[in-house]
């Protein structure tokens, strides 16, 4: 059966009797009379001109600091979501102008050192805040209140993305076993999210993001780790005869075979979904990555040192507080630490609520006076490192 523009009655678009609430953004964004783009264009280009966009490049996906050009940064990763949900939003008729703005933000909450810095993050954050740290959340917390852009009169404000985009990049988690997908109907405060994968998407294109998540990195980390060599030759005989594809090919042979595979068996009523045997396959190839390239005895020794890396910095700045005095004890810092400090002191000043705000048009979220704000701050401030910024900032702390 041919199920182009099946979802075509519920497509995110204006017909659809939730499309006000999709397109509902915290506050008004300015504009310019006759702007052509779509709420979803917007927030497209907003996400695109981010800092946090941009340092995608700088930070790891499964491999640290390859040198070879052929090896995925999380930048790749997240392009590669972008094509494939595109392929399928555009195949089944939804909205792709959605599915682009959520594949683009989906992974900026991502801090250094891929899942590992994750990990060590969300245990300062535990025994620090008593809550976890985790990469959907933190994304959302940088759209909504870290990332700023100039206005058109030159003030810096809040990307204040639509509800679609926000909650698309939130519900994005992938990691999680499942067959169908569907949209939930409730509308929620995105903020009262608690873990990962706590409700499902609320658009049919956020939807396709997740499952898009999922698929984008288990053939594609597979091509990495044959490029450095951390697959034998039985390892790839074994993944053969798990995907039926030649493992030379892997990545595009996966991705096609699983995207056709969604597009012929998904509809309205049954959701988003793969065939019985897709499933199977798809389980199959992601417990191969954990065994042998996640888990692999040579990715260990690296995760120590980022351990060590992000700790270091962490606990060099939460010895900077001082209450109202900290503004100052963060610039005393200077004469050890003139990089680390500057920096943090440049970007943290956006944020409280002290000092002098020309120009500043966006939330304040710290306050100054609350020691748990300066360590949520610092936490932000960490996870926004690229994976060199992370190390040039602890190389400056151990030289003399």
């Known amino acids: 059966m041919n199920k182009r523009n099946l979802f075509k009655n519920v497509s995110a678009n204006e017909n659809n009797p939730k499309w006000n609430q999709m397109i509902k953004r915290e506050q008004e964004l300015y504009s310019k009379p006759g702007d052509i783009r779509s709420p979803f264009e917007r927030d497209f280009n907003r996400i695109l001109h981010t800092n946090a966009y941009n340092r995608l490049k700088h930070k790891t996906q499964v491999f640290f600091s390859p040198e070879n050009d052929h090896i995925s940064t ?18 089944l008729g939804l909205n792709s102008e959605l599915t682009r703005a959520i594949a683009c933000g989906h992974d900026v909450g991502h801090g250094p050192f891929g899942h590992k810095g994750e990990k060590v993050l969300s245990s300062i954050s535990q025994k620090e805040l008593g809550k976890p740290f985790w990469h959907e959340q933190n994304g959302l917390n940088i759209v909504d209140n870290i990332e700023l852009l100039d206005d058109y009169d030159g003030n810096k404000q809040n990307l204040n993305l639509t509800y679609a985009v926000r909650d698309g990049i ?15 109907e409730e509308v929620i405060d995105l903020k009262n999210y608690t873990k990962p994968n706590e409700y499902a998407p609320f658009t049919w294109e956020g939807c396709i993001v997740k499952i898009s998540d999922k698929i984008s990195y288990l053939g594609r980390d597979i091509d990495d780790a044959i490029e450095e060599k951390l697959l034998t030759n039985d390892m790839l005989d074994e993944l053969a005869n798990i995907t039926g594809i030649s493992s030379r090919t892997s990545n595009s ?25 897709a499933v199977e396959m798809m389980d199959k190839i992601k417990a191969f990555n954990y065994k042998y390239i996640y888990g692999a005895k040579r990715m260990m020794p690296s995760n120590k040192y980022f351990e060590l890396v992000i700790n270091q910095i962490f606990d060099i700045l939460i010895d900077t507080y001082e209450e109202e005095n900290t503004p100052n004890k963060i610039l005393e810092m200077s004469k050890y630490y003139p990089n680390l400090s500057n920096n943090f002191y440049n970007w943290i000043v956006k944020y409280w609520n002290i000092g002098n705000r020309t120009g500043l048009n966006n939330k304040i979220i710290f306050d100054i006076n609350k020691k748990e704000d300066y360590i949520q701050a610092i936490i932000y401030y960490i996870s926004g490192m690229t994976d060199k910024f992370a190390i040039d900032m602890y190389n400056e702390i151990i030289h003399f």
């Open 170 to 184: 939130i519900s994005h988690c992938g990691e999680i076993d499942e067959n169908s997908l569907k949209p939930r």
């Open 253 to 277: 042979a996966i991705i096609n075979r699983l995207v056709t595979d969604i597009c012929e068996n998904s509809s309205p009523d049954e959701g988003i979904r793969l065939s019985k045997t």
């Open 74 to 91: 999380r930048i790749e990763h997240v392009n590669y979501v972008e094509s494939i949900s595109y392929t399928i939003s555009n195949y």
